[in-house]
């Protein structure tokens, strides 16, 4: 059905009311009025006959013809009425406007034919007399209760019309300035009324755009007031639910973005309906271009894909370790929860993935670690107990063989015992890290290498490699200085443990805005890129026999790590294979 507004569903229809129904009146009226004042008229003319009946009877009754003629004419110049006068035969005596001569008999006329009757007789017809439509009454002549001629009195219908005319232009002009002013004020009074109903749209229309805090006007029209008052309560409400709705979203992706696992959700058709930034990371995904994309069509991993299918399948949780392949593979726990609406119907499921990459790699070096110690601390006690067997054997009973076992003995049992230090210290600066740093004083960054490179003047001796040293004086640092110089020291021992002979190692302390770096240079051996990134890990060995025969125990970079960490600051090594290595130890500055 077409649309229209209101005001013209209603105006129109009421505008036909009015006017019909003022036509009607009019009408109806007009009518009336006419009927009245013709009777008013008829009335007015028997009254004028009745006066000249009285007039005119004594000149009848003596005959005096011409005197009753000029009478007639008299009396019609002072009433405008035309006054004739026919006697019992029909002839006429007396006329007003025309000769009574030349006028034919008159006793047909019906008006007249009634007045002989004895009654008053009344007429509206054409005059041939005077060539036009005029009103009659005539009254009979009564002598001795005989009718001796009969009055009458006449005037044009035209006058009539006249008045009658101008009385209807009247009604006419009445009734358009009544149409023209109930017109205008029903169109006021619509406006009142559709005019709040507007103003109640427009402010729906704005609720519906969102803005529910602009309040409708509460109009006068009770009706129209109690709709406004409900739709505003009705916007109150929603502003408030929809609030909450936008506050509890806010604190449910404060919460998504701010947590350390990923949650990825979909709906029943595996359509992505929402995801963290962290899932986003794991995955490799664009937060903006997943959403709303089916899994399958964004997610790669088919580990990943295989268990979200099969989670969208069952209605349990379910739970598994997927692996990522990538530049550095990663390992996560994947739990997969149905979404459930609140009729509790399964709606989707909802993904959280936690990444255990480094807690595996934690456990593997546990599990590395334990199998080097067992390892590192079989081969010296294999060989102490076979040194041991083999004396009791017989060979302690050559001199030679039992200098020689007994030396391998204490060689190992030396190894050994390194090994354990190492070990300790190593576990004792692990547990000891919050401690060392809270035990951390100032030092002289000087003092540390000096001694350092003091104790080692027998070892570069023996190994004929010079030892040099450069530090600006005065530098310091917040330190513990035992640990410090094993650090150094270890690093220094690598250095010439690694160095062929005749060549020198080079310790230099060098500053920049924020730290303190000692450098331990060496041009011995150097080391391959690719163990680089591996060096400073427990037991990590390029050369294990050389190490070993140089007396290392593999722990010793390790060691010298873990006192650096505790004295907040790194390691760092650039070495070359054949040209030397340079590691050095940065300390944040005092
Ligand atoms: P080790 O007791 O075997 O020396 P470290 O932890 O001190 O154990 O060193 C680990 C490994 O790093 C060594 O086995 C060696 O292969 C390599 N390395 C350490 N320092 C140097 C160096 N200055 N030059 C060449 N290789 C080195």
Same mark, same amino acid.
């Given at each position: 059905?077409?649309?229209?507004?209101?005001?013209?569903?209603?105006?129109?229809?009421?505008?036909?009311?009015?006017?019909?129904?003022?036509?009607?009146?009019?009408?109806?009226?007009?009518?009336?009025?006419?009927?009245?004042?013709?009777?008013?008229?008829?009335?007015?003319?028997?009254?004028?006959?009745?006066?000249?009946?009285?007039?005119?009877?004594?000149?009848?009754?003596?005959?005096?013809?011409?005197?009753?003629?000029?009478?007639?004419?008299?009396?019609?110049?002072?009433?405008?009425?035309?006054?004739?006068?026919?006697?019992?035969?029909?002839?006429?005596?007396?006329?007003?406007?025309?000769?009574?001569?030349? &006028?034919?008999?008159?006793?047909?006329?019906?008006?007249?034919?009634?007045?002989?009757?004895?009654?008053?007789?009344?007429?509206?017809?054409?005059?041939?007399?005077?060539?036009?439509?005029?009103?009659?009454?005539?009254?009979?002549?009564? %002598?001795?209760?005989?009718?001796?001629?009969?009055?009458?009195?006449?005037?044009?219908?035209?006058?009539?019309?006249?008045?009658?005319?101008?009385?209807?232009?009247?009604?006419?002009?009445?009734?358009?300035?009544?149409?023209?002013?109930?017109?205008?004020?029903?169109?006021?009074?619509?406006?009142?009324?559709?005019?709040?109903?507007?103003?109640?749209?427009?402010?729906?229309?704005?609720?519906?755009?969102?803005?529910?805090?602009?309040?409708?006007?509460?109009?006068?029209?009770?009706?129209?007031?109690?709709?406004?008052?409900?739709?505003?309560? &009705?916007?109150?409400?929603?502003?408030?639910?929809?609030?909450?709705?936008?506050?509890? #979203?806010?604190?449910?992706?404060?919460?998504?973005?701010?947590?350390?696992?990923?949650?990825?959700?979909?709906?029943?058709?595996?359509?992505?309906?929402?995801?963290?930034?962290?899932?986003?990371?794991?995955?490799?995904?664009?937060?903006?271009?997943?959403?709303?994309?089916?899994?399958?069509?964004?997610?790669?991993?088919?580990?990943?894909?295989?268990?979200?299918?099969?989670?969208?399948?069952?209605?349990?949780?379910?739970?598994?370790?997927?692996?990522?392949?990538?530049?550095?593979?990663?390992?996560?726990?994947?739990?997969?929860?149905?979404?459930?609406?609140?009729?509790?119907?399964?709606?989707?499921?909802?993904?959280?993935?936690?990444?255990?990459?480094?807690?595996?790699?934690?456990?593997?070096?546990?599990?590395?670690?334990?199998?080097?110690?067992? %390892?590192?601390? #079989?081969?010296?006690?294999?060989?102490?107990?076979?040194?041991?067997?083999?004396?009791?054997?017989?060979?302690?009973?050559?001199?030679?063989?039992?200098?020689?076992?007994?030396?391998?003995?204490?060689?190992?049992?030396?190894?050994?015992?390194?090994?354990?230090?190492?070990?300790?210290?190593?576990?004792?600066?692990?547990?000891?890290?919050?401690?060392?740093?809270?035990?951390?004083?100032?030092?002289?960054?000087?003092?540390?290498?000096?001694?350092?490179?003091?104790?080692?003047?027998?070892?570069? #001796?023996?190994?004929?490699?010079?030892?040099?040293?450069?530090?600006?004086?005065?530098?310091?640092?917040?330190?513990?200085?035992?640990?410090?110089?094993?650090?150094?020291?270890?690093?220094?021992?690598?250095?010439?443990?690694?160095?062929?002979?005749?060549?020198?190692?080079?310790?230099?302390?060098?500053?920049?805005?924020?730290?303190?770096?000692?450098?331990?240079?060496?041009?011995?051996?150097?080391?391959?890129?690719?163990?680089?990134?591996?060096?400073?890990?427990?037991?990590?060995?390029?050369?294990?026999?050389?190490?070993?025969?140089?007396?290392?125990?593999?722990?010793?970079?390790?060691?010298?790590?873990?006192?650096?960490?505790? %004295?907040?600051?790194?390691?760092?090594?650039?070495?070359?294979?054949?040209?030397?290595?340079?590691?050095?130890?940065?300390?944040?500055?005092?």
């Amino acid at each position: 059905m077409k649309r229209r507004p209101l005001f013209w569903r209603v105006y129109p229809y009421y505008f036909i009311v009015i006017l019909l129904s003022l036509f009607l009146v009019a009408i109806y009226g007009a009518g009336e009025m006419r009927k009245m004042y013709i009777g008013q008229v008829t009335d007015t003319l028997e009254a004028r006959a009745k006066v000249t009946e009285r007039i005119l009877r004594p000149l009848l009754l003596a005959n005096e013809i011409t005197l009753l003629n000029r009478e007639c004419r008299e009396i019609s110049d002072v009433s405008s009425t035309r006054i004739t006068v026919i006697d019992a035969e029909g002839t006429v005596l007396g006329d007003s406007y025309e000769n009574p001569l030349v &006028m034919e008999k008159h006793g047909k006329r019906p008006e007249i034919v009634q007045a002989y009757g004895g009654k008053v007789g009344t007429e509206t017809r054409y005059s041939n007399t005077l060539q036009q439509n005029m009103m009659y009454v005539a009254v009979p002549v009564l %002598h001795d209760s005989v009718v001796i001629a009969v009055v009458r009195s006449a005037v044009p219908v035209s006058e009539v019309e006249i008045v009658l005319t101008s009385f209807y232009r009247n009604i006419a002009i009445g009734g358009a300035i009544i149409v023209i002013l109930a017109a205008l004020v029903s169109v006021a009074v619509l406006r009142r009324l559709t005019d709040p109903l507007r103003a109640l749209r427009n402010g729906a229309g704005r609720f519906a755009a969102g803005d529910l805090d602009s309040l409708l006007p509460v109009p006068a029209t009770e009706e129209i007031a109690d709709l406004s008052e409900s739709m505003n309560r &009705m916007a109150s409400q929603l502003d408030a639910r929809i609030r909450t709705i936008a506050r509890q #979203r806010n604190e449910r992706e404060a919460i998504l973005s701010s947590m350390a696992e990923g949650v990825l959700a979909l709906d029943a058709d595996g359509k992505i309906v929402s995801l963290n930034r962290t899932a986003a990371d794991f995955l490799g995904l664009d937060i903006a271009q997943s959403a709303g994309k089916a899994f399958y069509e964004v997610i790669r991993a088919p580990s990943v894909l295989e268990f979200i299918e099969r989670a969208l399948r069952r209605t349990d949780v379910t739970e598994m370790e997927v692996t990522l392949p990538g530049a550095s593979e990663k390992c996560f726990q994947v739990r997969a929860a149905a979404l459930k609406d609140v009729s509790g119907a399964r709606r989707g499921v909802v993904v959280v993935f936690n990444d255990i990459t480094r807690l595996k790699r934690l456990e593997s070096i546990r599990r590395d670690f334990v199998a080097n110690v067992s %390892h590192e601390l #079989r081969t010296p006690i294999t060989a102490i107990t076979g040194s041991i067997e083999t004396l009791l054997d017989g060979a302690v009973d050559n001199s030679v063989d039992r200098e020689r076992f007994l030396k391998m003995i204490a060689r190992h049992s030396e190894r050994l015992n390194h090994l354990v230090e190492d070990l300790l210290s190593l576990a004792q600066i692990e547990s000891e890290i919050e401690q060392t740093r809270a035990k951390l004083s100032r030092g002289r960054v000087n003092d540390v290498i000096e001694s350092s490179v003091a104790a080692f003047q027998e070892k570069s #001796r023996l190994h004929q490699v010079s030892v040099t040293l450069s530090c600006e004086p005065g530098l310091e640092a917040d330190m513990d200085q035992g640990q410090l110089e094993q650090a150094i020291s270890n690093l220094i021992d690598n250095a010439i443990k690694y160095s062929d002979t005749g060549s020198s190692v080079a310790v230099e302390v060098t500053t920049s805005d924020e730290e303190i770096v000692i450098s331990v240079k060496d041009s011995g051996v150097g080391i391959a890129a690719e163990h680089l990134p591996r060096l400073f890990e427990r037991f990590y060995r390029i050369d294990e026999a050389r190490s070993r025969e140089a007396g290392g125990t593999g722990l010793g970079l390790a060691i010298v790590k873990h006192i650096v960490a505790a %004295h907040g600051g790194r390691v760092s090594v650039d070495s070359e294979l054949g040209k030397g290595s340079v590691f050095r130890v940065h300390l944040p500055k005092a």
